[in-house]
């Protein structure tokens, strides 16, 4: 990391920067949410961002105090504005001041439920991004039927285009995530196809196929091939790599449906007597079931490809989903998240120059080699 | 309809053509399926596709010789057979000869449980695109919100790729089937993006934004405008038009979600001896949940945008789904669908000539003016 406008993080490895503010449900949510994850984690430290007048009295009620300070921005990015506004007219935001805080060492990671555009706008502008990488990402977690209960897709979309050199920092990205969020020390990757069969797709997803295939070794990772919509959940796969387009309509595809089956099994379980009698026996394992696919525990997307790691959560999480986010970002801070992936770039950069693979890449867009 | 190589179907309209082979659990299967739908609507007639020695004794097991004929074909197309195989080696086939009794007049509509690929690969040889259609595309039935249950997609993997032309005609052609195939008489039709935000998306989605709104009026249906993933079960829209990459990876993760739904909520019943007998008495909401919800019920992925309607069935289809696909290809054939469909595009493609589109279209792309 040789970046001049970025500090060291070590000394910072503890503190989170949050931004309080740009929730759906406001800043006593936000800190709620902090107060649950400062409690069962004691060594973590936390810089929260937004109106002191506001933020002040919450940090009192919660009696933390001593492990958040306020750092006052007055303004707040609010979920209609457009990023390009973000960028202009943003200095005085919580967002542009948590940012900060991650960029001048001050913390290890940003966490903000604010509008996505505008944060990753915010981000590039003020982090930019780490060497070797053209386009950032935006990783989330899907349920699945793996030991650790989820698998890494990106990108979930911070850009609707992807070409073959994208997808391949996209798989080192999400491999890296998978190894340091996850605990996967060697994670398999698939590429998102419309079929498993060598000969289907678009001509960038043939290319970007050999590319990941080629990079496997070096990146350590297993490349499983052309993985379907279907395999998304699937435990022959931890990391499954695609454009942000169909990432993000992916993602809200399965949220969506996961939504309405919830609907119906409710309506169904409160039709008769009889089976509202057998859902209260059941509400234990209904709980779990819940708690097994709940959103708010997959809550926080990861912006990958920036110096430093800013997550995403969840406009409209309680409480509860600020403080899962909290607890990844912690674990990505505590792990070197950031440096580690910025070599795993580095090297996956120089491997392919070694190779001469810059011929098949797209030159226009190829930025590999800066 | 001028197309020389297709006949008048009205003396056919209850006559549909079924391949009985190429599905994963063989012609007794399909067979057993088109009983239990001959069995439920009287007027229909059926002929038969396959090896004769096979069909005639499963014909004579369930006693539908009076209404059902056997068209001796003896080779099947495999899950495996390449289309460009099918398309050369392929014409003793029961699907080759499935799709000519409908290019011949003899029956109005095709079903098979075959090869996707190789399907529309015939298809498109032996019936023709219809007039103004550049690129055919598949429409399946999502589980929804709406009166009706369902809503409609497409395209669903016919075509990898669509331009604005293309998302045009989807839009013209899947109106026409939810009026048809779900008696919606004015669908509203929604262009699947990644925010509802004019300014999202791809470039050939913002001018298909506009194309389809001007199309609307003449088009008999409203346009919502962009729509998200997670709308795709819901009660705002009912026609969702996109490119069949995105179409399938997103009917595929929606699949895949409500089977791992299914799979743990099953889990989380049998899990304790108070929750299995909750889920006894529950049973009876829970079987009305899950034919809500059974993917048999909305079997069927119908070929849109050539001379004549072909549905395909899924491979690993059981009799009820064979069944289902079936009472949904003799509603399109009694409402002559067909050239309905034909004659929707073809006034589309003259509206778009009278307001000089041609000028916003790809010209590369634009076959409409044929």
């Known amino acids: ?33 902090l107060a649950m994850f400062l409690g069962s984690t004691p060594a973590a430290r936390a810089i929260l961002h937004g109106p002191a007048a506001q933020l002040d009295p919450l940090i009192a009620h919660h009696k933390i105090g001593d492990r958040a300070t306020v750092h006052d921005a007055p303004d707040v990015v609010k979920m ?22 991650v960029r001048d060492g001050k913390a290890a990671v940003c966490v903000s439920c604010g509008n996505t555009g505008g944060l990753m706008a915010l981000s590039m502008l003020r982090l930019r991004k780490a060497e070797g990488v053209n386009r950032p990402a935006i990783a989330c977690l899907w349920p699945s039927r793996n030991p650790a209960g989820f698998n890494v897709m990106l990108d979930a979309g ?52 050999e590319l990941i295939a080629r990079a496997a070794d070096k990146g350590d990772f297993d490349y499983v091939g052309f993985v379907e919509g279907g395999d998304l959940p ?36 409160m039709k008769t007597p009889l089976s509202i009698f057998a859902a209260i026996l059941a509400r234990g394992s209904l709980a779990r079931l819940r708690k097994r696919i709940d ?23 309680d409480a509860t ?39 098949v890449a797209d030159p226009a867009n190829n930025n590999t080699g800066k």
């Open 1 to 33: 990391m040789t970046q001049g406008q970025t500090g060291p993080v070590s000394t910072s490895a503890n503190v989170l920067s949050v931004d309080a503010m740009g929730g759906d449900k406001g800043p006593a949510t936000v800190v709620a949410g």
């Open 234 to 269: 699937s435990d022959k796969v931890d990391v499954i790599v695609t454009d942000g387009f169909t990432g993000n309509v992916a993602l809200k595809t399965g949220e969506g449906t996961a939504t309405l089956i919830s609907e119906l099994l409710r309506g169904a379980l």
């Open 158 to 209: 911070a850009d609707i285009r992807a070409d073959q050199d994208d997808l391949l920092t996209y798989a080192l990205m999400g491999a890296s995530y998978a190894r340091n969020g996850l605990d996967i020390a060697r994670p398999r990757v698939g590429l998102l196809n419309v079929g498993t069969e060598e000969h289907k797709g678009r001509a960038e997803l043939k290319v970007a196929h």
């Open 80 to 101: 209609s504005d457009k990023p390009s506004n973000v960028l202009r007219h943003g200095k005085k935001t919580s967002m542009w001041s948590a940012i900060d805080a």
């Open 295 to 317: 959103p708010r525990r997959v809550n926080g997307g990861v912006f990958l490809g920036l110096n430093r790691t800013v997550i995403k959560s969840h406009g409209s999480a």
């Open 321 to 359: 989903g600020v403080a899962a986010a909290l607890h990844l970002a912690y674990r990505l801070a505590q792990s070197g998240f950031s440096d580690k992936l910025a070599a795993r770039v580095a090297s996956a950069v120089a491997l392919a120059q070694d190779q001469g693979q810059d011929g």
